[in-house]
């Protein structure tokens, strides 16, 4: 059973930063391909960030890019995503999911891409409220 855990979150002026962390524990699986999502009313869960904790590449959104930066703990499978230059458009709730594999189904590594149904553990989600 794999748990993952979120933390982080809040209300923030545009233009502020947020930190949120996220950490996958509970298995015996020694690495994670750990994503952040993002889900606003009336819109569908979008693929912000991705890395595999064991090394490789990140992934980031074209609307995150130069803004939102993954970095990662010495404590094994725990990743940060912070997020700078805040606007509104990144208003929603923010989930972390994790998956065992590397090599996603549709060919894609951890990193390339974060597709929802490439992950199966998902955290509970935090609210990102971005104001003017």
């Known amino acids: 059973q794999v748990q993952v855990t979120e933390s982080g979150g809040g209300s923030v002026q545009a233009g502020g930063s947020l930190r949120l962390s996220c950490a996958a524990h509970g298995s015996t699986y020694t690495g994670f391909c750990l994503g952040w999502f993002r889900q606003s009313p009336g819109k569908e869960r979008e693929g912000v960030a991705a890395r595999y904790t064991l090394g490789g590449m990140t992934y980031y959104a074209d609307s995150v890019k130069g803004r939102f930066t993954i970095s990662q703990d010495n404590a094994k499978n725990t990743l940060h995503l912070q997020m700078n230059n805040l606007t509104l458009e990144d208003s929603g709730v923010y989930y972390c999911?994790?998956?065992?594999?590397?090599?996603?189904?549709?060919?894609?590594?951890?990193?390339?891409?974060?597709?929802?149904?490439?992950?199966?553990?998902w955290g509970q989600g935090t609210q990102v409220t971005v104001s003017s």
């Open positions: 999911a994790a998956d065992p594999t590397a090599l996603k189904a549709g060919g894609n590594w951890c990193g390339e891409a974060a597709e929802p149904g490439d992950f199966g553990y």
